[in-house]
């Protein structure tokens, strides 16, 4: 058993006896990339959503995957989309990272960005892979997207890091 309780059936544990707040806490204590999953709207106006739930998957062929919340309005978007951009946030860039956590259809607006092949790509991001949606799969109150990786570039930056709630650089 761990120090904060982890295995302990208390306040909020589930069936699995571990609590929401030691799961949170755990991973709370894991280095995570931060990214801005974007696609467009029917209108051709962008939507972004803040995710670090983001990894490769497989080489070849070129797959990536990232885990959405199931109320997300990204994953809506995605399911007639069928593509997406992941766009690796840089070290400077924690305001994009708020702004895109938040709820709403205009929260882009204040984002800058550019059209890559019919997907919004944020302007400065670390890095950006384009994908298809190859399958969509469950993963408890999160759905997993997987992507495969259509196009890939890189830019000169530091990339922006989340650790314990807070967002770092690196250098
Ligand atoms: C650092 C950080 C990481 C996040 N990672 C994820 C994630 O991996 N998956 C997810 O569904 N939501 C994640 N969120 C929360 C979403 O960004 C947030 O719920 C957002 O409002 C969802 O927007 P949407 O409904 O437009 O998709 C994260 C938020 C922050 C601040």
Redesign the pocket.
Known sequence: MSSNGSHVNGNGSDAVGVSFESFSETFSQVP?A?TVVTTKNGDDSA?G??????CSLSVDPPLLL????R?????KLLRSTMRFGVNLLSGDQAEV??T?????AD?FQAVSWTDEHGLPRIDGAAAWPECEVQELLPGGD?VIVVGLVTACETEEAEPLV?HRRR?LQLT
């Open positions: 995570q931060v939507h959503t803040t995710v670090s739930a983001f990232v885990a959405l919340d109320s997300s309005d990204l994953l990272g708020l895109c956590a938040k709820k709403g929260k999160h989340y967002f």
